[in-house]
Each structure stands twice: as C-alpha cells, then as structure tokens.
T-cell receptor, first 108, second 111 residues
Framework: GIQVEQSPPDLILQEGANSTLRCNFS?????LQWFHQNPWGQLINLFY???GTKQNGRLSATTVATERYSLLYISSSQTTDSGVYFC??????????FGAGTTVTVRA | DGGITQSPKYLFRKEGQNVTLSCEQN?????MYWYRQDPGQGLRLIYY???????QKGDIAEGYSVSREKKESFPLTVTSAQKNPTAFYLC??????????FGPGTRLTVL
C-alpha cells in the first residue's frame, strides 16, 4: 500500500512563530487531506488538497502531486494550534492512508 | 445540524464480550468508514462501505464485523476474537473518493 511520512514528528513553537509541516507519499494520489486532532480526539478537517495551494486564515497548504509531497504552513501560531496534525492520502482504492502525525506544542 | 454522531463516547468491555459501536450520519454520503487509533499513532482502516448492503475489509479487519443496512448507519461490532481491542474508534463518511468527515469517536477499554 501507499506509504505516508510526516516530518517533523514533534514541533515546539513560541506563540507568534511560523512553521512548516511536511507530508511525503510514495505513489500517485487522488485525494490528500490535512487534519488537526484536538485534545478530545476530534479530527478537524483543515484542507482537502490533492494539488495546488489553498489558504484558510493563518493556515495554508500546498500539494505538489508530481513530486509526491504536501506542505502545511502555520503562521503567527497560537496556543490553540497545539495538537496533532495528520496528513492522509488516497490512491485509487477509496481508502485513506494516514501518516503518523506531527505533534505541535505552542507555548505562550 | 448536519454531521456524524458516534455512541457511546466511552465503552468498557469485559474480556470475551462482543460490543457494538454506533455511527450515524445525516450528510447523505454514500461512503462510510471505520478507523482505529492507538496511542501516539495514526489511524488505520478497519472496514469501509461505498454503498448500502456492501462493504469491504480494510487493513486490520480481523476480529471486527460491520453491516450497512441503511445509508445513514454503519455499526461496528468488536468481537471476542479481537485480541487487543482497547483503542479509540473513529467513524467517517464521504462522497466516494472525496473529502472524508469524522465523528467524535468512541473510546473502548477492555477490563
């Protein structure tokens, strides 16, 4: 099956800092999503981005499908940005494969 | 409100018991999915269904069973054959091959 690697595994930020999270995948994909998992376990949809660039407030994402990677940018981080960020991809089989996640801690 | 509901939020099971986790959606999505998450790890697919009365095994289906008798509902049964069932279970739905949306999850603990 398709392999998904996220980096870094852990990220500690001072409030107000910017950061970049990376997702590499091993094969062509039809679907790529970024999620934020809050402390209660709820998965919040951030982006549905199989290719191109999208922005939503302080967050933006870019997927370069031909080079098999996606980037999630967090600007002016806030303590509420803390949590685990997951990248998930789908090849041609209707199944999402998840990376292991990046744990982000934003300190006041 | 449109969304996905899961119940119960917390579930405790004795060894040897079967338990059923509920998942309901009112998003009119054809596809529904069950995932398992262990501490510090990503999600792994248990079963998925693209249409009513049809479902397929995911990557870790052993010890689990599902049914899809209605479009809105996709219950998951954790059987006594599942050797390590303590985990966080998440249900999702989507238009097939498009964005998946998740419910709030059920935490299952084996006593």
């Amino acid at each position: 099956g398709i392999q998904v690697e996220q980096s870094p595994p852990d990220l500690i930020l001072q409030e107000g800092a910017n950061s970049t999270l990376r997702c590499n995948f091993s094969d062509s994909v039809n679907n790529l999503q970024w999620f934020h998992q809050n402390p209660w376990g709820q998965l919040i949809n951030l982006f549905y981005i199989p290719s191109g660039t999208k922005q939503n407030g302080r967050l933006s994402a870019t997927t370069v499908a031909t080079e098999r990677y996606s980037l999630l940018y967090i600007s002016s981080s806030q303590t509420t940005d803390s949590g685990v960020y997951f990248c998930a991809v789908e090849a041609n089989d209707y199944k999402l494969s998840f990376g292991a996640g990046t744990t982000v801690t934003v300190r006041a | 409100d449109g969304g996905i509901t899961q119940s119960p939020k917390y579930l405790f099971r004795k060894e040897g018991q079967n338990v059923t986790l509920s998942c309901e959606q009112n998003l009119n999505h054809d596809a529904m999915y069950w995932y398992r998450q262990d501490p510090g790890q990503g999600l792994r697919l248990i079963y998925y269904s693209q249409i009513v009365n049809d479902f397929q095994k995911g990557d870790i289906a052993e010890g689990y069973s599902v049914s899809r008798e209605k479009k809105e509902s996709f219950p998951l049964t954790v059987t006594s054959a599942q050797k390590n069932p303590t985990a966080f279970y998440l249900c999702a739905s989507s238009i097939p091959s498009y964005e998946q949306f998740f419910g709030p999850g059920t935490r299952l603990t084996v006593l």
